[in-house]
């Protein structure tokens, strides 16, 4: 090749004998990868260096004499942790083995000479003394740590995603400025962004995209998540509200929680700790007023209202009638599960334009029922 390559996939592409072997919930048995990527380099490492992430752990970043590997160059990777850094001596001058192995990002594989490790002793935002917790270093400070703010801040704006304006230098400007919570975000004036040192046009622009961003509808699932609770990604919080109201989460008790499925008794605990912490914080930015979808409550769904009610079904290729995404909150509102792969206990595949025939062979033989966007509206009519 005159490209890099990290393998190939072997596959059979006779349909009858695709149809015949079938596949497992995993995979399509008559596809194999064949990996050929096992190229890795020895680097030198120059100097780890430590990050503090918002929930405080402090992750080491190697910093390594730029190498090749795999067509990219490498100049840094991240440690797993410091007791990695700590117990495999990872430390300037220590030779470490990386490989990409079909990802992008490069891991070390193993630590081929090991260095004096280089641990830090405070926390390289606040200069807070670091505690072991586990494998990892953490800074304690919980309110008044920059790193802790800003990627708190950074997450907010990100798991938003219905602005671009809130990166992560224009996050920094604002904690230069002494901004620390999302709610004084909001409450910034174009007079006052320009006072923290932006352009006019750009001010302007920061503070009409923070009018958008609570005009734009946005699922409530995903602005809870926004907080970067612990153990509260969009699932979790997903799962939560459809059976509690947003406001309502946070008065909810540790037996209530378990009482739902999927959420085990520590989890619980942690999401109940979580909450509570970030309470005052939440309801100054939610009563700013923000435009959310509530999630249907599995209560209402109506089991037998809708004739895909309870149904797995997995959405492929384009839609004539409307986006794919409309479709599937539409999809969800009416009861239905909505997947993104098919497995076994897909119910239906409905099937837009421009679909590949594996993929449709592959759900056929996974007795799954394959339907046009047609048939589907069709369906639930
Ligand atoms: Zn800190």
Redesign the pocket.
């Known amino acids: 090749m005159d490209f890099d390559i990290d393998g190939v996939i072997l596959e059979t592409t006779q349909d009858a004998i695709k149809a015949h072997m079938g596949a497992t919930r995993h995979h399509h048995k008559w596809q194999i990868a064949f990996k050929v990527n096992d190229e890795t380099a020895d680097v030198e490492v120059v100097d780890v260096i430590p990050q503090?992430s918002r929930t405080?752990r402090v992750s080491p970043v190697a910093e390594l004499v730029p190498t090749k590997l795999s067509g990219a160059t490498i100049s840094r990777v991240t440690v797993h942790h410091y007791n990695m850094v700590k117990s495999n001596g990872v430390g300037p001058g220590a030779i470490v083995q990386l490989v990409r192995s079909g990802l992008v990002i490069p891991k070390i594989e193993k630590v081929v000479k090991e260095a004096e490790p280089k641990l830090p002793e405070n926390?390289?935002?606040?200069?807070?003394h670091l505690i072991w917790e586990a494998d990892h270093l953490m800074?304690p400070?919980k309110s008044d740590?920059?790193?802790?703010t800003e990627n708190t801040l950074i997450h907010f704006f990100k798991t938003l995603g219905n602005n671009d304006g809130f990166g992560p230098k224009v996050i920094e400007k604002l904690s230069q400025n002494g901004i620390r919570h999302i709610h004084e975000i909001y409450n910034i004036q174009v007079s006052e962004f320009v006072s923290f040192g932006f352009g006019d046009k750009t001010s302007q622009n920061l503070f009409d995209q923070l009018i958008a961003s609570k005009e734009i509808e946005i699922e409530d699932w995903r602005f809870l998540s926004a907080f970067g609770v612990s153990r509260l990604g969009g699932g979790n919080c997903e799962k939560l509200l459809q059976h509690h109201d947003l406001p309502a989460l946070f008065d909810i008790s540790v037996e209530q929680m378990v009482q739902i499925d999927g959420f085990a008794q520590i989890s619980a605990e942690a999401i109940v700790e979580g909450l509570k912490n970030i309470k005052e914080e939440f309801f100054k930015v939610y009563e700013l007023g923000f435009n959310l979808a509530a999630t249907t409550k599995l209560s209402e769904q109506g089991e037998g209202d809708s004739p895909i009610a309870g149904k797995t079904v997995v959405f492929t290729g384009s839609m004539v009638q409307g986006s794919r995404g409309d479709m599937e909150k539409q999809a969800k509102a009416l009861g239905a599960k909505v997947a993104k792969s098919v497995t076994g206990k897909t119910d239906y595949l409905v099937a837009g334009e421009k679909v590949g025939e594996t993929k449709i062979t592959a759900a056929l033989a996974k007795g799954v029922e394959v339907i046009s966007e047609q048939d589907y509206l069709q369906l639930i009519a």
Do not use: D, I, L, V
């Open positions: 503090t405080g926390c390289p935002s606040c200069e807070s800074c400070n740590c920059p790193a802790q």
